[in-house]
């Protein structure tokens, strides 16, 4: 009996392995099934104005080379005709104006066609010492760095910091190796033992260059007897 009951355990934690193994691909297909409905509703609603296969298939062929056109005067210039009059139209709206900006600007962020530079990687102590948190530096003026940090596993919602230079440890990670890191609640870590070598060292001289800070300061606040 204890025999077939141990068979009957491993059978169900095959499952179970299958089952998680099977979902990363169901979440795929998910996403190809909700693509395909986008563009058959798509489809079908040009259809019905046009009244045509023919012109449908022109429209979405002129559709197709102007975004691809897009794409490529954004990718070789960083500037697009079609957008630069969309913005000034757009900027003219106060409301309107500011939520595109920032919706812009987080687009731009994870975009793969932008410069690496523009995207710097760090690590910051949140929400206590000794615990750190990956972040995306989005802005700096000097030495203040305004870094956003995502939460697991959903990158996109997080929070946004401001802080010192001297309280960051820079990341040799892309966006998109911190973001599947994020994203993976910490399974997908690539260079971990090269990252994590960087936190002990830097982490720890930053540390002890912030405790001799904090002596320093008291001496020289301490009364002279």
């Known amino acids: 009996m204890d025999t077939m009951l141990k068979h009957v355990k491993k059978i169900f934690n095959y499952f179970l392995i299958g089952v998680l193994g099977m979902i990363p691909i169901v979440f795929i297909l998910k996403i190809f099934s909700v693509v395909k409905n986008m563009i058959s509703?798509?489809?079908?609603?040009?259809?019905?104005?046009?009244?045509?296969?023919t012109n449908t298939f022109a429209v979405f062929l002129i559709s197709f080379s102007l975004l691809a056109s897009i794409g490529y005067s954004l990718s070789k210039y960083r500037s697009s005709l079609v957008i630069g009059t969309f913005e000034r139209i757009i900027?003219?709206?106060?409301?309107?104006?500011?939520?595109?900006?920032?919706?812009?600007?987080?687009?731009?962020?994870?975009?793969?066609?932008?410069?690496?530079?523009?995207?710097?990687?760090?690590?910051?102590?949140?929400?206590?010492?000794?615990l750190w948190v990956p972040g995306y530096v989005t802005n700096k003026q000097?030495?203040?760095?305004?870094?956003?940090?995502?939460?697991?596993?959903?990158?996109?919602?997080?929070?946004?910091?401001?802080?010192h230079e001297s309280k960051l440890v820079k990341s040799l990670l892309d966006l998109e190796q911190v973001t599947s890191f994020i994203a993976s609640v910490g399974f997908d870590y690539p260079n971990k033992t090269q990252e994590i070598g960087r936190l002990?060292?830097?982490?720890?001289t930053q540390i002890a260059s912030a405790v001799t800070s904090n002596l320093t300061e008291e001496e020289n606040n301490s009364p002279v007897p």
Request: no cysteine; hydrophobic share 35%; aromatic share 16%.
């Open 200 to 204: 002990k060292e830097l982490g720890s």
């Open 91 to 130: 900027n003219k709206i106060p409301v309107v104006s500011t939520v595109y900006r920032v919706t812009k600007k987080v687009i731009k962020m994870f975009s793969s066609h932008e410069q690496d530079d523009d995207r710097e990687v760090v690590y910051v102590e949140y929400p206590k010492d000794g």
């Open 142 to 163: 000097g030495e203040m760095y305004v870094v956003y940090i995502p939460t697991s596993p959903n990158p996109t919602s997080g929070f946004t910091v401001i802080v």
């Open 41 to 53: 509703n798509l489809f079908f609603m040009v259809y019905g104005y046009v009244d045509s296969y």
